[in-house]
Nanobody, 121 residues
Framework: QVRLVESGGGSVQAGGSLRLSCAAD????????MGWYRQAPGRQRELVAL???????HYGDSVKGRFTISRDNTKNTVYLQMNNLKRDDTAVYYC???????????????WGQGTQVTVSS
């Protein structure tokens, strides 16, 4: 069984920084794209950043230039460095990954449990 375990959320003042981590755990054959999404109260879940297995990245317009996504394939972990945080970044952040399990040898979509990020002015 595969799961994604997130860490690193919390509260910070506007202009501050946080780093989120998400580790994939279980019987994993390979991991394709990994990414971060967020959902604020009353709003739809939106893409924050995405990174392919080859290291190509894509960012949502609202975070370009402030957030950086990276991954360590040796640790099956994806990171999100968030700088110059704004109040509008307040949301629950979810890790997502397309993982090929060792038993299934078929890609499945997995989500983390979510971690709260709160930015105050």
């Amino acid at each position: 069984q595969v799961r994604l375990v997130e860490s690193g959320g919390g509260s910070v003042q506007a202009g501050g920084s946080l780093r989120l981590s998400c580790a994939a755990d279980g019987s994993i054959f390979s991991i394709n794209a990994m990414g971060w999404y967020r959902q604020a109260p009353g709003r739809q879940r939106e893409l924050v950043a995405l990174i392919t297995s080859g290291g190509n990245t894509h960012y949502g317009d609202s975070v370009k230039g402030r957030f950086t996504i990276s991954r360590d394939n040796t640790k099956n972990t994806v990171y999100l460095q968030m700088n110059n945080l704004k109040r509008d970044d307040t949301a629950v952040y979810y890790c997502n990954a397309e993982i090929v399990g060792s038993m299934t040898r078929w890609p499945d979509d997995y989500w983390g449990q979510g971690t709260q990020v709160t930015v105050s002015s």
